[in-house]
């Protein structure tokens, strides 16, 4: 079965810019997750989806949104882009999150000049 | 919240030995614990999991432990391979929770 979809893959923005990510997750999975991966500060939760509704998020300013479809399909949105954005952003699917494994795409490898 | 603590942060393993990599938890709630390996350029791909319910869990050459008592799980690779050099990462949740908590990440190098 097709994995979890993300992108662009890679992006390239200026500072001030905005920019939205998007992630199609696993056919039948209702809960999609977001997570920003740095070199220094490792594997951070942005937040969490179930049925178009945020369960959960993580803690980082309110420049970072998203949202979720009625397909399931999830986008984050970063606004005001600073140098520190720089990073790779991952998208994780679950039936149900918690219950079972979260399966992550390739990332979106987003770098703000 | 939770933390979670992984060591060692580096680890070097001639082909054919075993290599265990060790987190360390703080929330008593939590109950589900994933591993995962990431390769470059690539997502975190799951690798194994373990439920607060049982002890131990194996899967051909992998294997975690966990001992509530102590907060403490471990992941085991044997008879390592080249294609085993990545960066591991060990995680932690409760359910109903929604958010993984990682750890910072084991580079493993198997050398041939």
């Known amino acids: 079965k097709a994995g979890v979809t993300q992108t662009p893959r890679y992006l390239i923005k200026t500072r001030g810019q905005q920019v939205t990510l998007s992630c199609s997750p696993i056919s039948g999975h209702r809960s999609v997750s977001w997570y920003q991966q740095t070199p220094g500060q490792g594997l951070q939760f942005l937040f969490e989806y179930f049925s178009e509704t945020q369960r959960n998020k993580g803690n980082f300013p309110g420049r970072f949104s998203g949202r979720q479809f009625s397909n399931s399909r999830s986008e984050m949105n970063v606004s005001t882009l600073e140098l520190g954005d720089s990073a790779l952003y991952l998208c994780?699917?679950?039936?149900?999150?918690?219950?079972?494994?979260?399966?992550f795409g390739s990332g979106t490898r987003l770098t703000v000049v | 919240g939770e933390n979670v603590e992984q060591h060692p942060s580096t680890l070097s393993v001639q082909e054919g030995d075993s290599a265990v990599i060790k987190c360390t938890y703080s929330d008593s709630a939590s109950n589900y614990f994933p591993w995962y390996k990431q390769e470059l350029g690539k997502g975190p791909q799951l690798i194994i999991d373990i439920r607060s319910n049982v002890g131990e869990k194996k899967d051909q050459r992998i294997a975690v432990t966990l001992n509530k008592t102590a907060k403490h799980f471990s992941l085991h690779i044997t008879e390592t391979q080249p294609e085993d050099s990545a960066v591991y990462f060990c995680?932690?949740?409760?359910?109903?929770?929604?958010?993984?908590?990682f750890g910072t990440g084991t580079r493993l190098t198997i050398i041939p």
């Open positions: 994780a699917s679950s039936l149900v999150a918690g219950l079972d494994g979260y399966t």
């Open positions: 995680a932690a949740t409760a359910f109903g929770n929604e958010k993984l908590t």
